[in-house]
């Protein structure tokens, strides 16, 4: 996408080089010479990706992956032992009920 639009940009200015003419400064009236704008020849090369991006993403994905599964082992961990907790927690106040009657 961002190559199309650099693309767009040397097109628009080889066709429309007078569009460009301020970037060449302003002159006052009384001037020996102006410039003026005629043509612009862009001689563009973009190289290409490198072609290690691919490999360089999957192996970060990969990565992220096993993080997300280590946290979402060790949420389920704690989950295990509050629960655990909690039913000992019950079991002790179950010891001491008291029960009026």
């Known amino acids: 996408m961002q190559k199309r639009k650099l693309m767009k940009k040397i097109e628009d200015m080889e066709q429309n080089p007078w569009a460009y003419q301020h970037l060449l400064g302003h002159f006052t009236y009384d001037a020996d010479q102006v410039y003026v704008l005629r043509r612009i020849d862009v001689h563009e090369f973009i190289p290409p990706l490198d072609p290690m991006i691919p490999h360089i993403f999957e192996t970060m994905f990969s990565y992220y992956e096993l993080e997300i599964s280590k946290g979402k082992e060790l949420i389920a961990t704690i989950k295990k032992s509050f629960e655990e907790f909690f039913e000992q927690d ?12």
């Open 90 to 101: 019950q079991n002790v106040s179950k010891i001491f009920d008291l029960r009026y009657g």
